[in-house]
């Protein structure tokens, strides 16, 4: 039987949803085939079987024992994508085949595959894998539906952060279709500010399931309202032509760069910069974020000072990730939303200018594949403002030139208004 033929049938047993990718390839890799012939007996009551069986076609009835009760008796079908078998226990009923059944057998020697600690690693903890593979952890609740929050160190910025629902979301997305196939493209469209005090629930729809491309939708939802939602396509790698017109600008390395550790220790004692700004950086709690950035332009400039709408910095997951390169596109998805939109505001900024910016939607194609853990230049511009909404459009390159990512955002750009002196009467 065809291993890719497998692991794409693995994808679809609602059971295995929680299971990173290294574990169903782990059980492509053991399974036995077993057929039987309509009306013959796939396990007998009593016995404990030959491990978990998968049904992979034809169907199976479970009958119980001709010693219960009629009203007692377990008497259902079980169809493809179902299984049986999950303990090493005897079977508390028969299972015959209806018409010509193929199983998948896991033997019971091979059932600790089916335990894990992550949906992306069977084997680190949430405690001793990095923060943003953490964030983009989702506990799965039902066939299609899965559970996030957002932990105490998880960058806020008075809401659930933009790109935490971008990243949860795809993960969602991602746990529903087989491993062989990776987002290539997404879209997606922020309608509610989320409370990250409260958990989200992620309902993912499945609308296509093809040889080479996968679809779905993604609902967020706190307090019965939808926040959020997204709509990817999923494709399998496959050879085709390859060119890239776009060029990755000459910058310095990331080692040749400060830290956002460094430079904002640098600016609490820059004399160039305003005393106000030096004692607000000061007074303000640093909590570094799960992304490691290094700018390729540092300068003096505050949010007080103009500037061209573009921005060209390197990023990095903290820390070593999962190899599994659904975790890493969810990773620079949760990224891609960090300083993006505010790019759209430097042309504008002057001396006590307060303003209120959220995402609106976010676009995102994939070219190539990436590692998040790695270091990714972020080319970022914004060819328009207008009407109150910022767009920017970026591209990711890994260090060798190549292009991974291309992106475009639009984001509500407002300035808030200072309350005016209190009305006095004249009277």
């Not at 990773?331 to 200018?353: C, E, G, Q, T, W």
């Not at 060798?400 to 009277?427: A, C, D, I």
């Amino acid at each position: 039987m065809d291993a890719e033929a497998v692991i794409e049938f693995l994808g679809c047993v609602p059971l295995l949803l929680r299971l990173p990718g290294s574990s169903l390839k782990k059980i492509a890799e053991v399974v036995l085939v077993k057929r039987y012939d309509a009306g013959e007996y796939v396990v007998r009551e009593g016995e404990s079987g030959d491990g978990v069986y998968f049904i992979w076609e034809g169907e199976a009835e479970v009958v119980g024992s001709v010693t219960a009760n009629e009203e007692s008796r377990p008497d259902f079908q079980l169809k493809q994508y179902d299984y049986f078998g999950m303990s090493t226990s005897v079977h508390h009923a028969n299972v015959i085949a209806l018409s010509k059944l193929t199983c998948l057998v896991l033997p019971h020697e091979h059932c600790s595959l089916l335990q894990t600690k992550s949906i992306w690693n069977a084997d680190k903890t949430l405690e001793t894998c990095s923060l943003v593979e953490s964030i983009l952890h989702l506990e799965p609740i039902e066939v299609n539906i899965f559970q996030g929050i957002t932990l105490p160190d998880a960058p806020k910025f008075g809401k659930v952060f933009g790109g935490q629902l971008v990243g949860q979301a795809l993960a969602a997305a991602s746990k529903t279709v087989d491993c062989l196939k990776v987002v290539h493209s997404l879209h997606a469209y922020f309608l509610l500010v989320g409370d990250f005090d409260m958990p989200i629930i992620y309902q993912v729809n499945r609308l296509r399931d093809g040889k080479s491309f996968a679809t779905r939708t993604v609902d967020a939802i706190q307090k019965g309202n939808i926040i959020f939602t997204l709509l990817a396509s999923f494709q399998k790698e496959e050879e085709g032509f390859d060119h890239q017109e776009a060029k990755m600008p000459s910058v310095p390395a990331p080692e040749m760069l400060l830290s956002m550790e460094d430079l904002r220790e640098k600016r609490l004692t820059d004399p160039l910069l305003p005393r106000t700004y030096r004692n607000k950086v000061a007074t303000t709690k640093f909590v570094p974020w799960p992304i490691e950035l290094r700018f390729c332009e540092p300068n003096n400039s505050t949010n007080q000072n103009k500037a061209p709408p573009s921005l060209r910095y390197w990023l990095r997951a903290r820390g070593k990730l999962s190899d599994d390169q659904a975790l890493h596109r969810c990773v620079v998805a949760y990224a891609s939303d960090l300083i993006f939109l505010n790019v759209s505001m430097n042309p504008h900024r002057r001396k006590a200018l307060k303003t209120r910016s959220v995402s609106l939607d976010h676009s995102m194609w994939f070219h190539r594949p990436l590692r998040a853990d790695d270091w990714i230049l972020f080319v970022i511009s914004s060819p328009a403002a207008y009407n109150a909404r910022g767009f920017v459009s970026g591209q990711m390159f890994n260090r060798k030139g190549e292009l991974l990512v291309s992106l475009t955002q639009e984001g509500l750009l407002r300035e808030v208004k200072s309350p005016g002196p209190p009305v006095t009467s004249k009277l």
